[in-house]
């Protein structure tokens, strides 16, 4: 079964922090929270192992390719192939995870894509066969994550 959505779903939640002195994750969640979803969590410690961390629970297992694009950009802004180290099983599905350090180059071209953009877009696809497509807005972002 897959999971296609409409831009700018109401399945898709942007939830922003905006209290710096909670020290609380910037966090954009594509999908449904109760069940097949994906998450984008960026850290307030901009410099850490894990200054982005994406997660996907019940989507997505090894061998499935992630993308993030920004806008109408035909380039991923970040493309992956999951792997048995990224992605783990439980008795509710998969759960896949997999960070990006802070401090690197591709830290910074990320989160610079997430400043100028306006929409996101999460493809995630398993033998060829799409599991999440969703767009959500970034509006927020910004402001969000300049609070951090």
């Known amino acids: 079964m897959t999971l296609m959505s409409r831009p700018f ?3 898709a939640a942007l939830m922003l922090s905006s209290v ?5 994750p910037v966090m954009l969640t594509v999908g449904d929270p ?3 979803h994906a998450t984008i969590a960026f850290s307030p410690d901009r410099s850490g192992p894990d200054a982005i961390l994406i ?8 061998g499935s390719r992630l993308s993030l694009r920004i806008d109408r950009s035909g380039t991923p ?3 992956r192939l999951l792997s048995e180290k990224d992605c783990t099983f439980t008795d509710t599905g998969s759960a896949c995870m997999l ?6 180059s591709q830290y910074y071209a990320i989160v610079t894509a997430f400043k100028r953009g ?3 877009h999460v493809e995630i ?3 060829g066969s799409m599991e999440m497509q969703q767009d959500v807005t970034l509006r927020g972002f910004t402001r969000a994550y300049n609070a951090l």
């Open 34 to 36: 109760a069940a097949r």
């Open 77 to 79: 802004l970040y493309e």
């Open 99 to 104: 960070r990006i350090v802070g401090g690197t």
């Open 9 to 11: 779903a109401t399945l």
């Open 118 to 120: 306006l929409t996101l």
């Open 55 to 62: 997660t996907a629970s019940r989507v997505g297992a090894p």
């Open 125 to 127: 696809q398993n033998a």
């Open 20 to 24: 710096a002195l909670a020290a609380e």
